[in-house]
């Protein structure tokens, strides 16, 4: 297959991945970035020996489900690079997936974890952009995958499809589910989901 301007496909791909795999690349950096500052909220405080910083758990497992599913993106690249060539569409898709990525990455973690003494209070705040971010994002992933030539059947597989049902009943429960110990079994699920994926 050849690409436009006479580039062979795994150039091209090579080419545009290059600029969107630094911004999704920046998106884990946001997330660990945040954790970071938190852990060092955290430490400050008890240090000082002032009120408790209660990172809690809610947060961080947000983080490392959005990690995950950046993780699944890429992957997803790769799966589809034959089919990705420097085209005016593939350039604007691959900014709106980076450039969510890295924004629901940003909303995670608080700039300054300080002015947020219960990081549960924050993860309330942002929670719903970030899956709704997300679930943007997956349905159009999978409907690119299913326009693209062999792809429709596989991904119309009994296992898939239990797959992305329970996904995407996963994301409707995160934004929709109230308190604490609700939350941190649906976070616990998606992040279960794919740890359990990549180790099997």
């Known amino acids: 297959m050849i690409a436009p301007w006479g580039v062979t496909a795994t150039d091209s791909f090579?080419?545009?991945?290059s600029l969107f795999g630094l911004l999704i690349g920046f998106s884990l950096v946001e997330?660990?970035?945040g954790l970071a500052r938190t852990l060092e909220a955290r430490m400050g405080a008890a240090r000082r020996e002032e009120r408790?910083?209660?990172?809690?758990?809610?947060?961080?497992?947000?983080g490392l489900f959005v990690m995950l599913d950046v993780l699944s993106f890429w992957g997803s690249?790769?799966?589809?690079?034959?089919?990705?060539?420097?085209?005016g569409p593939?350039?604007?898709?691959?900014l709106f997936f980076a450039?969510?990525?890295?924004?629901a990455a940003h909303l995670?973690?608080?700039?300054?974890?300080?002015?947020?003494?219960?990081?549960?209070d924050h993860y309330f705040l942002v929670r719903r952009p970030v899956f709704?971010?997300?679930?943007?994002?997956?349905?159009?992933q999978l409907t690119f995958f299913l326009t693209l030539p062999g792809f429709a059947e596989a991904m119309l597989g009994p296992v898939v499809l239990i797959s992305a049902v329970s996904f995407y009943v996963l994301l409707l429960a995160g934004l929709l589910v109230r308190g604490t110990t609700a939350n941190i079994i649906v976070l616990t699920l998606l992040t279960l989901r794919y740890l359990i994926h990549y180790l099997i």
């Open 132 to 140: 709704a971010a997300i679930m943007i994002l997956a349905t159009v």
């Open 31 to 33: 997330v660990l970035g």
């Open 52 to 62: 408790a910083f209660h990172a809690g758990w809610l947060t961080p497992l947000l």
């Open 77 to 87: 690249a790769w799966v589809a690079r034959e089919h990705l060539s420097m085209t």
């Open 90 to 94: 593939v350039l604007l898709g691959g």
């Open 99 to 103: 450039g969510s990525y890295y924004l």
């Open 14 to 17: 090579n080419f545009v991945f």
């Open 108 to 120: 995670i973690f608080p700039g300054e974890p300080t002015d947020w003494p219960d990081l549960d």
